[in-house]
C-alpha cells in the first residue's frame, strides 16, 4: 500500500483543526498538512448538535479565533453564525483544498526509524483502508464520542410510550408544538433548550437531580457594538476580547478565593430575577462551590423569564422509574409527558477513541502524564488540541496551536526531526487530570491521562501562565528531547 505523505496530518475539521490549519498556513507555509474528517462536514460540534437554539455558552470574542475577528452583533451566537464564521474562516485562509472529508482515522503508528508516523484511515461507506504517513500528528478531534451521547440506565426506561430525545441527536422536524415536555438536566443544553421549547410547547419542565449556578447575560456587548462605528473591526475585536479574557480570568480567580461570597452572590442574582416567593434555595443553590463545574449562561434571562411567565418549571428530585407516561420521581410525584429530552451530556472519548502504537508496541496513555496541556510523556512529535473548562475552548486551543508551529520551526532550524517530552525527574507525582466534578469529567477520569504536580506536568487552567509558557516560553526546556 503506498502512503500519502505530509509533514503534519490533523485530525478533525471541527473548531479546533480549522484553528490549526489556519495557523500552519500562516507560521508553517512551506509544509505540506492535510486535515482528516470523518464526517462530511466541517464544524464538529457546531454542525452535529441541532437541537433548537443551539448556541455557544462561551462569548464569541474568545470562542472565536485570535486572528479574525467576529463581526456580528451578537456576542453569545446561535450554532448558524458559529457554522458561517467557520466557512468564512475556511474561504479565507484556503483550506478547502486541505480537508478530507469521510476520512475516519482508525490507528496510527510511530516509526522510530522513519521519525514518522503511519495513519490507517477507512473511507466512508467501504471497508477500504488508506493510509497517510506524516513528521508530526496533531489531534483536533474533540473530547466526546460523536457517535451517542450519555444516557444513564434509569428503570422502565423502555416502558415510556412518549417521544424520547436524546440532544446529540435531534431528530429533524420534531414537533413539539402543544406538547408537554420533560428536559432532564441542567447543564448548558438543558439551559439552552427549555426557554427554546417553551415557545411553542404547551409547558416545558426541566427535572434536575441537582442544581446548577446560573448566571443571565445579555446576548449583544453594547461596548463592542458601540465600538464598531469608531474603530477598525481588528481594534473592536482586540480590546473587547482582552477584556472578556481579563474579566473572566478574574471572576475565576475569586471564585476560587472566595467560593461562600461568589456562592451567595451568584444566587441572589437568580433571586433577583424570580422574586423573593421562589425557592432559589431548592432549584438554584448547588451543593459545590462556583467553578467546581461550569456555570451556565442564561442568555438575556430567558429561562428565568418562562419560568415567571409559566412556560416553563423547575423540579428538583431523584428519578424513580419511567413510567408509560412519563416519569415517577422518589417523591412519589409522577410527571407527565408527550416528549422527554435526555439532557443527560456527553460520553468524553479520548483522542477519538484511536489506536496509537510506538514501533508496534501499545500507547499506554493512562500511564502518561500531559506535557503543557498539549503532549504526551514518551510519546514523539504529536499534539492533542484541548481547550479550557473554565474559559473559552479556542482560547487554550489558539495556544497549542502556536506552540505546535513554533516546534515545528524549531524543528527545521536545528536540523533534528523529532521532539519528545521525557519524564525522568522522580519528584514528579501524579494528580488527576482535572480539578473539575461534573459528571462527564469524573466518569471519565480513569480513561485520560494524569498530570503533575510541577511544570511543565502541571495543567494551569489560566490563559496567561500558559500564552507565557506556550507562546513565549523555550521549546528546549529540558524536558523536550530533541533528535
Known sequence: MTAEHF????????????????????????????????????????????????????????LGFSFKPWRDDDAIAGGDKILRYLNETIDEYGLKDKIRFGHEVVATNWDSRSARWTVDVRRKGSN??????????FMCSGYYDYEEGYLPQWPGYGD??????????????????????????SGATAVTLVPELAKEASHVTMLQRSPTYMAARPHQDPLANWLRGKLPAKWVYGITRWKKILLG?????????????IKAWLVNQVRHELGPDYDVKKHFTPHYNPWDQRLCLVTNGDLFDRIKDGSASVV??????????????????????????????LKMKFLAGLQFTLDGAPVDFMNSLYYKGMMFSGVPNMAASFGYTNASWTLKCDLTCDYVCRLLNYLKE????????????????????????????????????????KMPWQLHQDYFKDRKMLHKGALDDGVMRFS
Open 7 to 62: 509533514d503534519v496530518v490533523v485530525v478533525g475539521a471541527g473548531i479546533s483543526g480549522i484553528g490549526a490549519g489556519c495557523h500552519l498556513t500562516m507560521k508553517c507555509p512551506d509544509r505540506r498538512f492535510v486535515i482528516l474528517e470523518a464526517r462530511d462536514q466541517i464544524g464538529g460540534t457546531w454542525d452535529l448538535f441541532r437541537y433548537p437554539g443551539i448556541r455557544s455558552d462561551s462569548d464569541m470574542f474568545t
Open 414 to 453: 536545528t536540523g533534528t526531526e523529532v521532539a519528545t517530552p521525557v519524564l525522568d525527574d522522580p519528584s514528579v507525582e501524579e494528580e488527576p487530570w482535572l480539578d473539575f466534578t461534573s459528571g462527564y469529567i469524573e466518569r471519565a477520569r480513569d480513561h485520560f491521562p494524569k498530570q503533575g504536580n
Open 160 to 185: 415510556y410510550q412518549g417521544t424520547l430525545v436524546h440532544p446529540q441527536t435531534w431528530p429533524e422536524g420534531l414537533d413539539y408544538k402543544g406538547k408537554k415536555v420533560i428536559v432532564i438536566g
Open 249 to 261: 480570568n478574574y471572576f475565576y480567580k475569586r471564585c476560587r478565593a472566595q467560593p461562600e461570597k
Open 128 to 137: 477500504e483502508v488508506t493510509q497517510f504517513t506524516c513528521q508530526f500528528l
Open 316 to 345: 428538583t428530585d431523584h428519578i424513580d422509574r419511567f413510567t408509560p407516561e412519563g416519569i415517577r420521581l422518589k417523591s412519589g410525584e409522577e410527571l407527565r409527558a408527550d416528549i422527554i429530552v435526555t439532557a443527560t451530556g
